[in-house]
């Protein structure tokens, strides 16, 4: 069993910066295809960015220049740093893993085994 708890969560105004991170148990850390999605009130889950174990990176179109997903296997921590923050970046993010993925990074939430309780990220215009 993994636990992901994520942080660094806050209200920004728009042109801001946020960095979130998400801290996770367990030793097989490295292997894992990590990402964020986040989910605004009446919206669907959305796919924001992912980080294969290689440290190749994937990017939601809406955030791609914006948004930069690392990852510190040796902390067992995934980050999200955010800057131009945009009133409709608001939402709930939430960290996510993915255990079975060798060889690429998916941008569906149903491939991620393992959920964090979201932080709350709120851009004021």
């Known amino acids: 069993q993994v636990q992901l708890v994520e942080s660094g969560g806050g209200l920004v105004q728009a042109g801001g910066s946020l960095r979130l991170s998400c801290v996770a148990s367990?030793?097989?850390?490295?292997?894992?295809?990590m990402g964020w999605f986040r989910q605004a009130p009446g919206k669907e889950r959305e796919f924001v960015a992912a980080?294969?174990?290689?440290?190749?990176?994937y990017y939601a179109d809406s955030v791609r220049g914006r948004f930069t997903i690392s990852r510190d296997n040796a902390k067992n921590t995934v980050y999200l740093q955010m800057v131009s923050l945009k009133p409709e970046d608001t939402a709930v993010y939430y960290c996510?893993?993915?255990?079975?993925?060798?060889?690429?990074?998916?941008?569906?939430?149903?491939?991620?085994?393992?959920w964090g309780q979201g932080t709350q990220v709120t851009v004021s215009s």
């Open positions: 367990g030793r097989t850390f490295s292997t894992y295809v």
């Open positions: 980080i294969r174990r290689s440290g190749r990176t």
């Open positions: 996510a893993a993915d255990s079975g993925n060798l060889y690429s990074a998916s941008s569906s939430s149903s491939a991620y085994d393992y």
